[in-house]
T-cell receptor
Framework: DAGVIQSPRHEVTEMGQEVTLRCKPISGHDYLFWYRQTMMRGLELLIY????????DSGMPEDRFSAKMPNASFSTLKIQPSEPRDSAVYFC?????????????FGDGTRLSIL | GQQLNQSPQSMFIQEGEDVSMNCTSSSIFNTWLWYKQDPGEGPVLLIA?????ELTSNGRLTAQFGITRKDSFLNISASIPSDVGIYFCAGQLSPGTASKLTFGTGTRLQVTL
């Protein structure tokens, strides 16, 4: 079975540019999560969706960050304008409530470097 | 954001040795999860614990859900080189739902031959 798919795997761009990260959750999963991982702060939840609706965006660091989920198989995380301190690995994860013991499954991440 | 405290931060052990790491929190969790992250990849679930006092094994891995619900332990027996990676604990308030996961700070494991 295909897992969570993220693209691109790596992105290097100059500060001020718009960055768009993409995620395809596991088919049938109705929850989708965006995380950011840095050495200093570890893994932080940014936002999560249920049935394509944002449920909790309290982890989104500032207005420069936005996330959308236009359908059940696709989500984007956008940073505009980007800054060097946004450099991190961004993970997408998905899960389902259907099974009692079904925790979140992670993609391989997007390594973002803002110069 | 809130993080769980993991210890040790890093470990250097020889192949064949047993490994122990733990995770503590000031808050109660109803579910504890242990993930492993290899370089360049996302975290992969190792073990899930749903009941205080529960002891669960997955091959050479054994994890326990602390009776106070504020801590958890992971043991790896007879370590091998592929055990190298970062181990994260995660706490969740409600099992089987999508309530937030709070992650630990990670334990980096290095295994020497």
């Amino acid at each position: 079975d295909a897992g969570v798919i993220q693209s691109p795997r790596h992105e290097v761009t100059e500060m001020g540019q718009e960055v768009t990260l993409r995620c395809k959750p596991i088919s049938g999963h109705d929850y989708l999560f965006w995380y950011r991982q840095t050495m200093m702060r570890g893994l932080e939840l940014l936002i999560y969706f249920n049935n394509n609706v944002p449920i909790d965006d309290s982890g989104m660091p500032e207005d420069r960050f936005s996330a959308k989920m236009p359908n059940a198989s696709f989500s984007t995380l956008k940073i505009q304008p980007s800054e060097p301190r946004d450099s991190a690995v961004y993970f997408c994860a998905s899960s389902t409530r259907d099974s009692f013991n079904q925790p979140q499954h992670f993609g391989d991440g997007t390594r973002l470097s803002i110069l | 954001g809130q993080q769980l405290n993991q210890s040790p931060q890093s470990m250097f052990i020889q192949e064949g040795e047993d490994v122990s790491m733990n995770c503590t929190s000031s808050s109660i969790f109803n579910t504890w999860l242990w993930y492993k992250q290899d370089p360049g990849e996302g975290p992969v679930l190792l073990i899930a614990l749903y009941k205080a006092g529960e002891l669960t094994s997955n091959g050479r891995l054994t994890a326990q859900f602390g009776i106070t619900r504020k801590d958890s332990f992971l043991n790896i027996s007879a370590s091998i080189p592929s055990d190298v990676g970062i181990y994260f604990c995660a706490g969740q308030l409600s099992p089987g739902t999508a309530s937030k996961l709070t992650f630990g700070t990670g334990t980096r494991l290095q295994v020497t031959l």
